[in-house]
């Protein structure tokens, strides 16, 4: 008859809860490690709004205007760029003064001051996702001065505000704005709490930047 074995294990409750403080050190070593404007950058999920019923919205018209003639005058410009035609490429001129020209024109303008945007403002200047020398900052902020959506400075601030607050009366583009919320960002007033919450967050990066807050001039 073989012989009985008993196996006796060692409760786990111990264990666990070694691992579990081991992790929750690790974790205060990684916060304590990420710089500042990382750890603004970190959502926030114990922030909520405060109940009632939110602000009316402000409409700033000084933008609605200028965005207006902005379009009316790209509206007014179209009749200049005559529809596209079958030419030999031979024949085509890249005159500045020729609607081939002028297309190209300002199709490299407009790819230019979108990386102002993408690449300086956000992935730059708010993420800190790499670093660059002076010559490409300069053209950045010149870029991003072209984009017409305020300094750096402050684009910066309110997108770590969005990325801390989301989708709360502190994020300026709360989708509950609707319209307003990534369209017509710029033709309203923020709420109140966006102002609030992006005046606390630290910015010391930011503002040892020197290129950054001379265009904030």
């Known amino acids: 008859m073989a012989a009985r074995t008993t196996t006796i294990t060692k409760p786990l409750s111990g264990e666990l809860k070694n691992e579990g403080e081991k992790l929750e050190k690790l974790l205060q070593q990684w916060e304590e490690d990420i710089r500042p404007e990382m750890r603004e950058d970190i959502h926030d999920p114990s922030y909520q709004d405060e109940e009632g019923p939110p602000p009316k919205l402000e409409y700033v018209w000084r933008n609605i205007i200028l965005m207006a003639l902005l379009h009316v005058g790209a509206l007014g410009g179209s009749p200049w ?8 490429a031979s024949s085509v001129s890249l005159s500045w003064t020729s609607a081939p020209g002028l297309s190209l024109f300002f199709n490299e303008v407009h790819s230019g001051t979108d990386l102002g945007m993408a690449a300086g403002a956000h992935l730059l200047w708010s993420h800190r996702t790499y670093k660059t020398r002076l010559p490409l900052q300069i053209f950045l902020i010149i870029a991003n001065t072209m984009v017409s959506q305020n300094d750096v400075y402050e684009w910066a601030r309110d997108h770590r505000t969005q990325h801390k607050f989301s989708e709360t009366h502190a994020d300026p583009h709360n989708s509950r704005r609707g319209f307003f919320s990534h369209v017509g960002w710029l033709l309203v ?4 709490a966006v102002k609030e919450k ?6 010391s990066d930011l503002k040892a ?3 950054v807050m001379f265009q904030r001039r």
């Open 189 to 192: 007033r923020k709420h109140p």
């Open 209 to 211: 930047e020197k290129l």
């Open 81 to 88: 760029f005559p529809p596209a035609r079958s030419t030999p």
């Open 198 to 203: 992006g005046g606390k967050l630290d910015m």
